[in-house]
């Protein structure tokens, strides 16, 4: 009886041992299976990954060559724009020092769109604000350019994140510094650290609270590339799973490298900063190869917990990790005594929160965006990691930005005017090349808002009356600058029947005046009578020469400037007088790459020659005499007598709004003051938009002496009904086509006089030349700023000059066509 009890407990166990054999075949059976499918998953996940990356967008390099005009300040802005740091002696790339007037900078190797520039250094002095011996290395180059800098990137929002690559960080403490925070075993386990485990068990038992998190850097790129961040048993399962599959397929190198690029550290509303790239740009504003021990120790700290530890809204949390971190790389040996006590005393140095948009200059990257909308689409834009190379010079940026700032707070304290009421907008153009500089859409440069220098449609008034006056000097046999026109109350009926009669703005009609003068006092009567006899769609047909195409009334009004144009558009119509009469393309882009550097697709110069450069001229020299006799000659308070300047101001009804548009001989800019709600300020363009205007053009560097007239042009002596003085003293010189036919002045006939005047025609040339000579060496006299290279200059223009009416046309390569 015992042995068959026996028998039947041995048979039970027999049973027993031989179903649990089965549920375990059954169950390796089944987590095999499983393991395949979280190994293909993985890997075709990882194989076919590819970054989202937004369009990264690059200013125009700063070029340093001698006699290049250079003002410290102007200098400084631009390494400040790029992030290069002051030293006492630039050794590393991304470092800057400066000896007297002697500066030495350390350029970080860069991708430009012509090619790869590798790191180097240059010496130069700057003398009388002139670059002077410049040098690099053994070698005495023409030019040394600077790697350019960061902007921002495209269509905000998403995930964003600049990657990096684990070669490029040997010389960085970063890796060690992860790994020695995050994971220590990270470089002996298999993908789970047991480890790992029991020492973060030990210590949250220690602390009766969790403090540690065992996870592997491993198991922390699996969570963030699979799966969301509630936390569950069954994701640590699968965490651990594929930690392990990830770590027999792939090395440790590729691991550190793509959680590197992977993991969170930041937000800015819909934006996610992740990867180190990123954050570099975006708490410190520097590449992460130029990062100092301190900060990459903040930002080793901030994977822990980037909300938690926001170094803007909890300092002294975010200080407190920085310093934990900091002990650790010491613990390590990766810093030693004395840097440990530099570095934990050292504040954050973080940027100020207002200058990390995705986009610090909306305005300017708005108009990039329309740009390139032609020849790449949205989503190209959005996640193929387009380099876009631009025209913004980032101190003269800067300089429009903050002038803009202050004037309209001057303005609102001197007039009591309610705080922030006033707005304002701003384009800077180059006039040969039709780059712009600069563009300012809000008195809050980086609020991503209404850009009003592009989307701001305004009535000109008076900005728009150059316009008429060109249409008349284009007719040489009937006006002049000195055709006397009548600037009397007159009336004019519409077809509607009402009746348009325009006033001055002074309310006073002043009879018989100079056509130069009734643009330099901006008379509205005597301006209104010239357009009426001209034709509306004489000067519509000269408006469209000028490069607006927007929608213009065709009525009287428009002469006096009923027309409604952005900024944008009003710098082209200037950039157009100011360049001789070629219109020139705006545009903000350059070149456009992919994200190493290939497939270059460049934005080349677009310009046709849209008025004769002998009325160009002639106008050109109406709106100097606005600077010097008219609306605009409080400038002149400010500005070196010795440049041409010219413009123009706009006024509309009620003091709505007020406009300055004007230029130097290499810049033209446009300021616009007014309000959003379109009621008066009380300001005209002189007591509104000039000042703006002056103090920025105060700060560039501009060409010296007269604008050489062209052939065509001949200077005489006339009286002041504009007749021809002749063998007569007295009179004022002017400007005239070799088509008008003056009359002379009562008893100044030339009569034998005329022999002369036969074969001054013959040496008109000779004397031009002269000037030109003279131009040459005046050219080479400037004023500080942002920088000119008188002789590439010239080069540029006598390239120019025989591209007149040419189209170059926009080579897109096979792989971006949509």
Known sequence: MAKTRRGKKSSLWRGLLKFLVWMAALGAVVVAAYMVFLDIKLRERLDSRKYELPARVFARPLELANGRVMHPDALEAEFDALGYKRVDLADDPGEWSREGMTYRVYRRAFVHADGKAPAAVATFTLRNDEIRNLKSGADNPREFRLDAAFIGSLLGGGDDRSPVRLSELSDSLLGPTLIAVEDRYFVHHFGVSPRGIARAFRANLEAGE???????????????????????????????????????????????????????????????????????????????????????????????????????????????????????????????????????????????????????????????????????????????????????????????????????????????????ALQGAIVLVDNATGEVLTMVGDRRPRYPGFNRALEARRQVGSLIKPAVFLAALEQPRFYNLMTLLQDTELEEQMPNGDIWSPANFDKRSHGMVPLYLVLAKSYNQATARLGIELGVESVVNTLRRLGISADLPRVPALFLGAAELTPFEVAGMYQTMANGGEHVQLRTVLAVTGPDGDDLQSFRRRAKRSVDDVPAYLIRYGLEQVMREGTGRNAYRRLPNSIAFAGKSGTTNNGRDSWFSGFSPDTTAVVWIGRDDNTGTGLTGSTGALPVWTEIMRQLPHRHGRVVPPRGVEVLRVSDKGERMGRCSGGREMPFSIETELRAAPGCEQGRDNLRGWFRGWFDRDSQQQQREQQRRDSERMTPGWGIDPQRERQQREQEERRDDEEEPLSLPQGWRR
């Open 210 to 420: 969790v403090v540690q998190g065992g996870s592997t850097i491993t198991q922390q790129l699996v969570k963030n590339i699979f799966f969301d961040h509630k936390p569950s048993l069954w994701r640590k399962i699968n965490e651990a799973l594929m930690a392990v599959l990830l770590e027999f397929h792939y090395d440790k190198g590729y691991i550190l490298q793509e959680y590197m690029n992977e993991v969170w550290l930041g937000q800015q509303g819909s934006r996610a900063i992740y990867g180190f790239g990123l954050a570099s740009q975006f708490y410190f504003q520097q590449p992460v190869t130029a990062l100092e021990p301190h900060q990459i120790a903040l930002l080793v700290g901030l994977a822990k917990g980037a909300s938690y530890y926001n170094p803007w809204r909890h300092p002294k949390r975010a200080l407190e990790r920085r310093n934990v971190v900091l002990d650790v790389m010491h613990e390590q040996g990766l810093i030693d005594d004395a840097q440990l006590k530099k570095y934990r005393a050292m504040p954050l140095g973080v940027v100020a929160a207002a200058g990390v948009g995705q986009n610090p200059y909306p305005a300017f990257s708005e108009r990039v965006v329309q740009e390139l909308e032609p020849y790449y689409s949205y989503e190209e834009l959005r996640t193929a990691g387009l380099r876009v190379y631009t025209t913004l010079a980032p101190s003269v940026q800067r300089i429009a930005e903050r002038t803009l700032e202050q004037q309209l707070e001057k303005i609102e304290k001197d007039r009591q005017l309610q705080e922030k």
